[in-house]
């Protein structure tokens, strides 16, 4: 896999050469069938990522994969944040707006980017070490920033279709939750607790991104296109551990 070959540009698809593909719709079930199977292209199979979830990591590598991770966390709001802003529709907005509280956190409720700060602190980070994101690399900044700009410039149901990739993120969670007390018992347990909440989130998540990409991306071209969109998506959290895998070798 090239995972660069769509960073920062608008996915590839007919419709860019005013062209519709004569190959009929997938039915609902065909198309969700098709969405599924680009799982195969999930991070999940990156070989940093099966070495950190196999023990294989020093604790260098994991500060550095946490500490890179933690500018996704928190440009993830301001991604969803983009996604309302070029969506008309008041009860998509309603349902979309906790994405935003899931990560920034209400009244009471610490959000994402705090329990993710909590992770930090369980690997040995401090939190002005976090913050000051000096650990962050240049590919890392880039792929985040280029899907930022991606839903800040796309119809919102195109930005809500990017988004699917969290169809297959609770298996990934899963397994370091499964795996991380047994290879590295020098992370408290408490800092896991990001890995926990996101099961439940991510598939109340799926459930509404589905419905609207499903119900807009109906004619074959348009679903050809979904595809290319949840690539692009793939292919950035793919470069994203491309370059932390480079910048912490060991």
């Not at 590839?12 to 198309?31: K, M, N, V």
């Not at 260098?60 to 969506?87: H, T």
Request: with cysteine; proline share 4%; hydrophobic share 35%.
């Amino acid at each position: 896999m090239n995972a660069k070959d769509t960073l920062g540009t608008a996915p590839r698809h007919d419709a860019q050469t005013g062209e519709r593909s004569s190959e009929p719709a997938w039915t609902r079930e065909e198309f969700e069938a098709q969405l599924r199977a680009k799982g195969t292209a999930y991070h999940i199979h990156h070989p940093f990522n099966v070495k950190m979830n196999s023990g294989g990591c020093s604790r260098e590598q994991i500060r550095g994969w946490v500490a890179n991770r933690f500018y996704y966390q928190i440009n993830i709001p301001l991604k969803d944040a983009a996604v309302m802003s070029n969506c008309p529709d008041r009860e998509t907005r309603r349902r979309w707006v906790l994405r935003i509280l899931d990560h920034d956190g209400y009244g009471d409720e610490e959000g994402g980017i705090e329990t993710w700060a909590r992770l930090a602190d369980a690997v040995g980070l401090s939190r002005d070490e976090l913050w000051s994101l000096k650990h962050v690399t240049p590919g890392v900044r880039f792929a985040v920033d280029a899907y930022v700009n991606f839903a800040r410039r796309a119809p919102w149901q195109e930005s809500v279709c990017s988004s699917l990739t969290e169809m297959f993120a609770p298996q990934v969670h899963r397994d370091r939750l499964a795996s991380w007390p047994e290879h590295y018992p020098w992370i408290e347990a408490s800092g896991l607790a990001y890995f926990r909440s996101r099961i439940t989130l991510a598939q109340r998540d799926v459930q509404h991104g589905l419905e609207v990409t499903l119900d807009y991306f109906t004619r074959r071209d348009q679903q050809e296109r979904a595809l290319d969109i949840l690539q692009f998506k793939l292919d950035i959290l793919w470069t994203m551990l491309d370059s932390i895998e480079k910048a912490f070798p060991q």
